[in-house]
């Protein structure tokens, strides 16, 4: 028989800004902020095709941004403010 683990996974809240979205371009602009860190993003998603600047903690980022909106890409209106939760203590 399994026991559930007293220690709780690491969470994090990531906070999503859409600043610009072109159905005609196929893409979506935004910012995104997690802990300290904080990004501008590009989502071209006829290409699926995510790009994140800057560098500096992107790897952390990247992959559960991109479940986001994949997720979520026909809910998301520029000006619009949504969050998400990341697996992991950033």
């Known amino acids: 028989m399994f026991r559930e683990s007293a220690v709780s996974l690491p969470q994090t809240t990531a906070y999503v800004r859409i600043i610009r979205q072109s159905l005609q371009e196929g ?3 935004g ?3 997690a802990a300290d860190y904080h990004w501008w993003f590009q989502w071209q998603f006829r290409q ?3 790009t994140v600047q800057p560098s ?3 790897a952390l980022i990247i992959e559960p ?3 986001f909106l994949e997720r979520c890409d026909y809910q998301l209106e520029p000006g619009g403010d949504y969050q ?3 697996r992991a203590k950033l």
Do not use: D, H, M, T
Request: hydrophobic residues 45%; without cysteine.
């Open 27 to 29: 893409k979506i602009e």
């Open 31 to 33: 910012e995104v902020s």
């Open 48 to 50: 699926n095709r995510l």
């Open 56 to 58: 500096l903690g992107r």
């Open 65 to 67: 941004l991109g479940r």
């Open 84 to 86: 998400f939760i990341v």
